[in-house]
């Protein structure tokens, strides 16, 4: 079975700083991977995805993910975060197609000053 | 524009009582999916419909159910069999092949059971 866990509740940086939120992911196969973001009482947005291809993935508002095969791993990064990043992010993984996705739990971003 | 609409964005019910909730999209996408979203969980799917006058349960699919009669709306009601209703509720819609396999989603509809 699929399953996606993702390490971190929440984090914590400050404006400016890097960002690298984690994700792990199950699958027998090549997988599709996901990064999405939801703003409090929002929909969620899709970020950026991964099914074949170069492993480092960009995506929308200069966020990027790296897919690593051998680590099981598909971790988002920024370089610079801006207060307006503080959102909760979900790493999602399935096989495409009309079949199910897994979300994982979510990480919460808090951005400081 | 095309998207997904969720209405309403609150809905309040008294305990024993069914209400539907409503999710239609206007971009001709085959499949949709209801999920429900709870603090610290996740999104953990409902139910799925791949085509008109089909649809799946998901992982959590006692005490709701669902209808697909036309491609862009796939209600959701939540009966009063579910014991726990209070939650986030989303609606997606997506389109495989091609690296198209992506859902997308709508604002979601928050239910409160009162």
């Known amino acids: 079975a699929q399953s996606v866990t993702q390490p971190d509740i929440h984090i914590t940086v400050s404006e400016g700083a890097s960002l690298e939120l984690r994700c792990n992911y199950s699958y027998g196969a090549t997988p599709y991977l996901f990064w999405y973001v939801q703003s409090p009482g929002q929909g969620l947005q899709l970020l950026l995805k991964?099914?074949?291809?170069?492993?480092l993935v960009q995506g929308i508002k200069g966020f990027e993910a790296e897919f690593k095969r051998s680590q099981s791993s598909f971790n988002l990064r920024k370089p610079s975060v801006h207060w307006s990043d503080a959102a909760e992010y979900f790493c999602?993984?399935?096989?495409?197609?009309?079949?199910?996705?897994?979300f994982g739990t979510g990480t919460k971003l808090q951005v400081i000053p | 524009d095309g998207g997904i609409t969720q209405s309403p964005k609150y809905l309040f019910r008294k305990e024993g009582q069914n209400v539907t909730l409503s999710c239609e999209q206007n971009l001709n996408h085959d499949a949709m999916y209801w999920y429900r979203q709870d603090p610290g969980q996740g999104l953990r799917l409902i139910y799925y419909s791949q085509i008109v006058n089909d649809f799946q349960k998901g992982d959590i699919a006692e005490g709701y159910s669902v209808s697909r009669e036309k491609k862009e709306s796939f209600p959701l009601t939540v009966t009063s069999a579910q014991k726990n209703p209070t939650a986030f509720y989303l609606c997606a819609s997506s389109i495989p092949g091609g690296g198209r396999d992506t859902q997308y989603f709508g604002p979601g509809t928050r239910l409160t059971v009162l």
């Open positions: 991964y099914f074949s291809g170069d492993t």
């Open positions: 999602a993984v399935g096989p495409g197609g009309y079949q199910k996705v897994t």
